[in-house]
């Protein structure tokens, strides 16, 4: 069983940057992948960035490709989203995940356990 904690979510202006952390609980965490969803409202979750379990591999959608970048300490069992040059589309709830897996992963479903979210909002 894994438990994750999103924080650093808030509101910034557009061209602003802010940086997500995602804790996990328990011993294992460097044997799971670890990416990063969003959910707009009205809109379905979508992916944003998956990292290996150790970190030596990342891979971005295209809307986030160059602005944000993913990474890890797997000896504080956390993840990180760094969010630079934020667009208003840029909003949403962010989500991390992990999956017990030794690659990439981008599709949702994939996915073993889920944060609870935390809230990124870019003013225009």
């Known amino acids: 069983q894994v438990q994750l904690v999103e924080s650093g979510g808030g509101l910034v202006q557009a061209g602003g940057s802010l940086r997500l952390s995602c804790a996990a609980s328990?011993?294992?965490?460097?044997?799971?992948?670890m990416g990063w969803f969003r959910q707009a409202p009205g809109k379905e979750r979508e992916f944003a960035a998956t990292?290996?379990?150790?970190?030596?591999?990342?891979y971005y959608a295209d809307s986030v490709k160059g602005r944000f970048t993913i990474s890890r300490d797997n000896a504080k069992n956390t993840v990180y989203l760094q969010m630079n040059s934020l667009k208003p589309e840029d909003t949403a709830v962010y989500y991390c995940a992990a999956k017990a897996g030794s690659w990439l992963y981008a599709a949702g479903y994939e996915y073993d356990y889920w944060g609870q979210g935390t809230q990124v909002t870019v003013s225009s």
């Open positions: 990292i290996t379990r150790s970190g030596g591999s990342t």
């Open positions: 328990g011993r294992t965490f460097s044997s799971y992948a």
